[in-house]
Nanobody
Framework: QVQLVESGGGLVQAGGSLRLSCAAS????????VGWFRQAPGKEREFISA????????EYADSVKGRFTISRDSATNTVYLQMNRLKPEDTAVYYC??????????????????WGQGTQVTVSS
């Protein structure tokens, strides 16, 4: 019932910026929390950021706080992740996720009901 499509990934030098987009389509009139996670090779998927249904509340992992900003455009059902001062350790596949049925903590993978296909972000040193 919900489709998520990420875009905006790519290759950037350390210190640079990228903006990821997550286009969400779901039940008419539905608004739901959207989160961003990332997964580096050989590592578990980890929480990065989340925004609630109306954009009034956001959360960030400590590793990205102050560098990344999440926002949403309700008119287009798009959630953005602005990533500044990127570091090589930010290299990963980035996924967006939607929470329709779950109300558990944003920090856990199991709390999210739908996932996008992912977009690669590579930060060179």
């Amino acid at each position: 019932q919900v489709q998520l499509v990420e875009s905006g990934g790519g290759l950037v030098q350390a210190g640079g910026s990228l903006r990821l987009s997550c286009a969400a389509s779901g039940p008419p009139g539905a608004s739901f929390p959207v989160g961003w996670f990332r997964q580096a090779p050989g590592k578990e998927r980890e929480f990065i950021s989340a925004i609630n249904w109306n954009g009034g509340a956001t959360e960030y992992a400590d590793s990205v706080k102050g560098r990344f900003t999440i926002s949403r455009d309700s008119a287009t059902n798009t959630v953005y992740l602005q990533m500044n001062r990127l570091k090589p350790e930010d290299t990963a596949v980035y996924y967006c996720a939607a929470q329709l049925y779950n109300s558990a903590s944003y920090y856990y993978v199991r709390s999210w009901d739908y996932w996008g296909q992912g977009t690669q972000v590579t930060v060179s040193s």
